[in-house]
Each structure stands twice: as C-alpha cells, then as structure tokens.
C-alpha cells in the first residue's frame, strides 16, 4: 500500500531472459513473441504477477509492447514513455521504438520476419481489435499470428512469479456510489434491449467495479477487483470472483442481485452463450482475443462498446458532491506541502522522495485517505523532463536552487478520486523557465475557460492548450487531459482532451487539464487541475447555448515562475480570481502558519 522506493529495475536480468524466452519459443516453433503490457482485463495498471513485460525487459512505465524475435528485439513505447525506457531498458538487447505511426509494430515484424514464419501471443492478453489489425497487416506478408496457450514468460518466471492477489472487496455504500447497483444493471439491460443484444461480457475490472458498487485491492493504487461479468438482458448477472474475496457482508451484497461464480467457470459459460447462439457484446478494443475466440470467432460477436463507460463517465449528484468535498480536503494537504516544501527545499536537504512521502504525510493527516491514486510523480531538475518517472532510490536526487521541481499525485478517497500536478521554482528561475511556464499556463486558462457546444469532442479542444506553445515551436508529447473515476481510476475513458479525444463531452464528466513543457536533460513543467463539463447555459447576445468547465482542484500555482507580461488582461483575471477562490476555500482548512504562506501565494499577479 502506498509509494515504495526500492529499486525494482530488471535490466541486468534482462540477457539472461530473453536468452530464456527464445529458448522457449525455439521449443514452440515460434519465430517472434509478443510481451504485452496488459494483463487479461486491458487495464493500464496490473497487479504485480501481471508485470511480464517489467520483470522480461526493466521497463516499468504503464504502457508499452516488446517483440522478441530470433535475433533481435523491440519495446515499443509512446511519447510519455521514450526518455524513461531508454533509462530502464538494455538498449544493446532491446531496441527502443514509438508506436506512432500505427503500422510501426506491424513494420517492424515484416521487416525482421519472413515469409511463412510465425509470432506468438497469449490471447488473454492482447484484444480483439488489436490482433486483427496486426493479423491483417501481417497477413499480406505471409507471416502467420499464432496464439499460445500457456504464457511463455509464465513459463520462464516459474515459482518466483508472484501469486494471483486475492484482497477482499468492499461495498461502496449509496452515500457515496449515489445510484445502487440494481439501478446501474438496469441500465446497463437497458441499452442491450435497445441494441439488441441478448447479453454483455465486462472485462475492465473499474466498470464491475461501477456496476456492481464494489471496490478492491488488487492492482495498487487503484481500488478494483480481478473479476469478470456476464449481464443478460434479461435476469441476474453473473460476477465471476475469487470466493475467497468475499466475506459475509460482500457476499450478501451481492447475491441480492447477482449470481457468483469462481472465475475458473468462466469458459463454460461463455461456451454457453456461444451454444445457445445467443447475441453476445464485446468491446473489441477493451475485450480480450480468448474471448472472441470462446464466443466462436470474432463474426459472432456484436461489437460494442463497453456500456459502462459512458454510463460511469458521466458523474451524479452524490459523486459530483464527493468530488469537491474530496477536492477540497486534498488541496488543504497539497496546499500545507506547497508551504513545507517552500521553507525546506532551498537548503538543499529535501531530496524527492522526502517530498513524495511529506505529501503523503499531509494527505494521511486527513484521516481519510484510503490509497494514493498513482505512484507519485516527483522529478527534480532533469527527471523532471520524464514524463511519468517515478522516483527510486537509485534515481533519487536533491532539490537544487535554480531548478525547478515537478511534483505530480493523487489520492483515493471514499468520496472521490484526485490528480494534481504543480510546478515549483527551487530559488530563482531562468528567463527560460518563467517564459515557458507562462505558455504552459496559457494553455491550461484557454482549457478552462473554455466555452463550447453539445457534441464537442476532446480532440477539438486539445488545440486550445497548445496554441501558445506551438507559436513558440514548442508542444509536449501526451493528451491535455484524461478522464477521472469516483474513487476508481484515476485514468478513465471514454472522455479525453487530446489527439484521441472523439468522445463527445457530457456534462457531469470529469476530466484533467495538464498541458506541459519538457526539456530533456533540463526540466519538466506541467499544470494540472481536475475540471468537471458544465451544463449548457446560454452567452449574453447568442444564440446557442454553451457548456463549459468548473474547476474542482485547489491549490496555489507559483506565481515567480509567471512572466506577467505574456498574460493578456482575461488571463490575469482568471489567475487572480481562482487564486482569490483558493485562499477563500482552502484558508479555513490549514493552520495558521500555512494560511499566512497562503495569502503571500494567492496575492494577486
């Protein structure tokens, strides 16, 4: 539980590994073998017997794909990603690739394969929609996809594999899930008899989660359950779950509803809906390829989003309360750091993870806080530039005067999920630092001052955050923005702003605004707030209503890394008025002390 900072990496195993790997893949009579990321259920953080691709390569970051082929090898990885794997990766072993453009992984395995040979993959672990683009690309090529029924890193790892986690769950009580779970099943039938579906396979463990107003401890920081879900359209659903999970309370919760199942009877009962020829929804983005193959091929399936996501994504009344009371209670603990860090770091004695576990010190003083939400992100002078580093006590390093320090976290409460990240001056900034701070902020007040009609997508407004720097020839290498969970996910679809963002924005969805900068070898400097979608209300003068975002996070941005004069008028008014709300809401929270450093850090720019 919580953030640990021991070394972890497997780079020096990695020769030895993979010298494994094609041992095994010698004996399958495989040419090349796919080391995905995901684990059976898609997610973007798995539980530690799940880190394959960490334990095979050195590679920790939560997303990313390595091939092993005969005689060479690749890890593929997007932009968050690139700087980290090239630290954590045996580079002479493992080359380091990008997964943009999309073809590239399928490039890479026809120009290293031949034809008539043959990869391999685990079909538990990579989806429906993933194994038929690379199928058809590969396809033309003469080189055939073969899936492996026993994981042949599984294999390798052996008895030091960690176990399968079996943490019991919890309820999430209507006081803070606002809807019960009858209703959410309800609606979930609701939109099978519309789409005319006989029944839906759930596999991502936060939409159980939602629907079945559970919570768990099986994947750190992120508070779900390992099941799967059968919902018919008709009768109770299914909740395939270790028993042992379930105590007396859980139990009755449960089977007031639904109908348990271990999760080994899961294939009979696929392979029941697959004999009664029934119309079964799969989400082939989200849906592991085993699945589509239980069901009898990929043509029998009726494909479909996953119903929850939309359902969950958008945040009622209760969960939308519980947001700014959690909120409100996390910007007081940010905002007593923000100040400790101030009196502390310029003596050169704080070094990061000091800082990573003074945060959470703050946040535990609450007294409410069950888990953070991710591994804090906490990068001093050029870690800073990694975009998701985590810090460990090989990489540890002091807070330097003239640097700047990048701190980025979360928190699971019961009443909600948070993510903030805030950029601090240690000393006096650069020129440099204070210009591109101010662009990145421009970013962040266009994202949320934003006003934009139904129908708007994030892949619309993502430009509003990068306008400023690209006049500059600058931009940053990750969405601007990413769904939220109610204490679940801190990383929930369907919603983002960002390339990827076709989902259209509905109110009551909530989701971050972080535009960034980094100079690799430099720094990092990145702004973030959780903003919830408004409800559409009419502008003075037009003739289409107008949804917009209100600002749930509360906590100071540092004022000496602004260069006042890159603001326009409307941009110091935001500024100042949501610095005037911060010092307002959070001041009665803090002590004395903290509250005379709160006033010096919301004064007015």
Known sequence: MFQTFEVTSQREATP??????????????????????????????????????????????????????????????????????????????????????????????????????????????????????????????????????????????????????????????????????????????????????????????????????????????????????????????ELFIAPEKLDANARAHLVAFAKLYPPAALAERISTLRKANKSVRLDPTQASWWFARALGGTRRIARAKDPCLALKAVKNSVEIKGARAAHLRDGAAVTKFLAWLDDNAASGSVDEIEAVRQLESFRRETNQLREISFDTIAGSGHNGAIVHYRVNEATNRKLKTGELFLIDSGAQYLDGTTDITRTVAIGKPTPEMRERFTLVLKGHIAIATARFPKGTRGIDLDPFARRALWAHGLDYDHGTGHGIGSYLSVHEGPQSISRAGVAALEPGMICSNEPGYYKEGAYGIRIENLVLVTPPEPITGGDRDMMGFETFTLAPIDRRLIAKDLLSTAEIAWLNAYHARVADEIGPEIDQKTRTWLVAATAPV
Request: aromatic letters at 6%.
């Open 16 to 237: 030895e590994r993979v010298k494994g790997l094609r041992k095994r893949m010698a004996q399958a009579k495989l040419d090349a073998y796919l080391v995905p990321r995901a684990d059976a259920h898609q997610g973007e953080y798995v539980p530690p017997c799940a880190a394959r691709l960490e334990w095979l390569t050195g590679f920790s970051g939560s997303a990313g794909l390595a091939i092993i082929a005969k005689k060479a090898a690749a890890l593929f990885v997007d932009g968050r990603y690139t700087v980290q794997a090239r630290s954590e990766v045996d580079t002479d072993i493992i080359e380091i690739a990008s997964v943009a453009p999309q073809g590239r992984i399928a490039d890479w395995l026809t120009a290293t394969l031949k034809r008539g040979q043959t990869v391999g993959f685990d079909p538990r672990l990579h989806t429906v929609a993933e194994i038929e683009r690379l199928q058809n690309s590969l396809a033309a090529k003469g080189i055939k996809l073969r899936p492996v029924s026993r994981n042949l890193v599984d294999r390798l790892w052996g008895r030091a594999r960690p176990p399968e986690p079996t943490t019991p769950i919890s309820i999430q009580t209507l006081k803070f899930a606002g809807r019960s779970a009858q209703d959410k099943i309800a609606d979930i039938q609701q939109c099978l008899k519309t789409d005319g579906h006989d029944a839906v396979v759930l596999t991502m463990t936060d939409s159980i989660a939602w629907a079945f107003n559970i919570r768990g401890a099986d994947i750190p920081h992120t508070p779900v359950a390992l099941a799967f879900a059968i919902v018919p359209q008709r009768g109770k659903p």
